[in-house]
């Protein structure tokens, strides 16, 4: 079975950009019982900062694969089903991070050379450092013994989740693969086209369109 983990805010005043991807986690729903597909989608209401976390800590031993899609990050079914199909461990589907005051936006998938942190090129396969937006940590994970700041014994807010886990995620599979070359140590395998990342800064750039996958199922 794979379990899609959703992090929500409560806040109100977060509640529409929330809504495309809510739309698409019911639609999936549906679809996933009209496929015969087992998904188990998990909602994890965020009452505070660090509910995301407890959920992915409570949920990081058990035997069925993890699907992450984050409050405002909206794949078409297509691109849900071509991820939880991929032969690959760990996928990640790519979208746009942008920020104010950056030029354009960057894609969420990286990679260091030394100590230079690179983003991927359209159409890379691999990288080392996915954002968590849509990813795919299947089982059976590590167990995390390294600590790069995750397992640290403190809580973790959900804005520096991200780097606290994939730090240590990344060092432990460096170290039970055998400590490789670590600039070409690229355990994440990559997913394009880019899923829609749903937030107002990213809009103001033409080439970011919403999907029309709810066409592709609501018609049925
Ligand atoms: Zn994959």
Known sequence: MTIVLSP??????????QLLTMRFLSDLN??????????AICRV?????????????SLWSCTDDIIIIEHDIVPSIAQYYEIMDCPHQFCAGVY????????????????????????????????QWPSLGFVKFGAPRPKLTLD????????HSWNNLDGALQGTFLDNLW???????????????????????????????????MPLWHKDTTSK
């Not at 929500?8 to 950009?17: F, G, L, N, Q």
């Not at 549906?30 to 998904?39: E, F, K, L, P, T």
Request: glycine fraction near 6%; include cysteine; charged fraction near 30%.
């Open 30 to 39: 549906y679809q996933a019982h009209r496929d015969s597909r087992a998904v």
């Open 8 to 17: 929500h805010s409560v806040k109100s005043e977060d509640a529409p950009k």
């Open 45 to 57: 209401w965020c009452i505070d900062d660090t509910s995301y976390e407890h959920m992915i800590r």
């Open 175 to 209: 170290v039970e693969a055998g400590r490789p070359n670590r600039d070409e140590f690229k355990p994440w395998h990559l997913h394009w086209p880019i899923v829609t990342h749903n937030t107002p800064l990213l809009q103001k750039f033409e080439r970011i369109r």
């Open 96 to 127: 746009y991070l942008f920020y104010e005051g950056w030029k354009e936006p960057v894609y969420s998938a990286s990679y260091w050379i030394g100590s230079e942190i690179h983003q991927v090129k359209e159409g890379d396969e691999y990288c």
């Open 148 to 155: 790069d700041g995750y397992i640290d014994g403190r809580d």
